[in-house]
């Protein structure tokens, strides 16, 4: 077996170093041939992983937080959503959120992860494909995605969410999670973001019909049930359904506020009324919209509306701490393991 490491010493606030060289003994004590490859930023992860997935690595892990994750999952695509090579991907979690490795049973602990990599048992999860615009274009306001070439796909494996999702994880990510904790530092980012935040109105398709919500403060589409930082979607998605939740709260005043935050928190049953509501979709395209054009997925912003989410041909195999599972969901895994 030929493993690959991608390690990013700036995850959780560049405290993620300081794991390295006990990962690495670990390797060296279980006499592994990998190799290793410490990163200066996290578009290296994503260069790194195409690099691994077309030199004949049969394990390419992942070792960082979700956005050294995401970066790492995008380069097993091509651009058409058809994986590049039959690696399996690893994780060894040294940020601080890990809703990538709840969402799929990988352990955070880095002895338990190492030795699940070495084990190799893998589950497949559908990961979601996102063509999205790399910078804000007034000419797209109000259209949809084109075949013009300042457009890029991206793949996610939890959630992608447009609206105040990427003021969020913005200032989620600006460093209150390290002084108050990944909990509490989400939830008072959220409760800052929603001071300033003004609902905006979003033209969307959703397999094949065109609507205009009004006063939208955020649409979650994803597939797991961890969102972020705490957030959980109570969801009925199975694997191989090639559907995504779609989550979208709307028209949200003062008073109700406390009921849809304890909501999102709990993880229990959404009951849709006018101000939150969830869809099962398979195919969306979001319009244009140059008041609150940002794009967020799987945790950082990433990109500009326009945008088309539709489900990836391929599966991907991740490496799991779980024996026989092969559901990418978590209620699923529970059923099958009682």
């Known amino acids: 077996m030929r493993y690959l490491f991608i390690m990013n010493p700036g995850s959780k606030s560049g405290r993620s170093r300081k794991q390295f060289t006990k990962i690495l003994g670990i390797l060296e004590r279980e006499k592994v041939e990998f190799d290793h490859v410490i990163t200066q930023n996290l578009n290296e992860a994503y260069n790194l992983s195409k690099m691994g997935n077309n030199s004949g690595y049969d394990v390419i892990a992942a070792v960082g937080g979700d956005g050294t994750i995401n970066k790492v999952l995008n380069g097993f695509y091509d651009a058409y959503g058809r994986r590049v090579s ?31 990599i070495l084990r190799g048992t893998t589950k497949k999860i559908q990961t979601g494909m996102i063509t999205l615009a790399k910078s804000c274009m007034k000419e797209y306001e109000g259209k949809p995605v084109s075949d013009d070439p300042v457009f890029v796909t991206r793949y996610f494996a939890c959630c992608a969410n447009i609206g105040l999702g990427a003021a969020l994880a913005r200032r989620a990510n600006s460093g209150i999670r390290g002084v108050l904790g990944d909990f509490t530092g989400t939830f008072i980012a959220l409760l800052r973001t929603l001071i300033y935040y003004r609902p905006q109105d ?25 969102i972020a930082s705490g957030i959980k979607l109570k969801n009925a998605l199975k694997y191989g359904d090639d559907s995504f939740y779609c989550l979208t709260v709307r028209n949200m005043r003062a008073w109700n506020l406390p009921g849809i935050i304890k909501n999102v928190y709990s993880g229990k049953q ?55 599972v092969r559901h990418d969901t978590p209620e699923e895994s529970i059923k099958e393991l009682v």
């Open 86 to 116: 039959s690696a399996k991907m690893g994780v060894i979690y040294t940020g601080t959120s890990p809703d990538f490795c709840k969402s799929y049973e990988i352990p955070t602990d880095i002895e338990k992860a190492v030795k699940a």
């Open 202 to 226: 979003f033209t969307i398709c959703c397999d094949g019909k065109t609507n205009t919500i009004r006063k939208v403060h955020n649409i979650s589409i994803g597939r797991t049930f961890y």
């Open 270 to 324: 959404i009951i849709t009324s006018e101000v939150i509501s969830l869809d099962y979709i398979k195919l969306m395209d979001i319009y244009g919209n140059l008041q609150n054009p940002e794009v967020e997925f799987d945790g950082d912003p990433a990109g500009f509306l326009p945008c088309r989410i539709s489900m990836a041909a391929d599966d991907l195999e991740v490496i799991c701490e779980c024996s026989s």
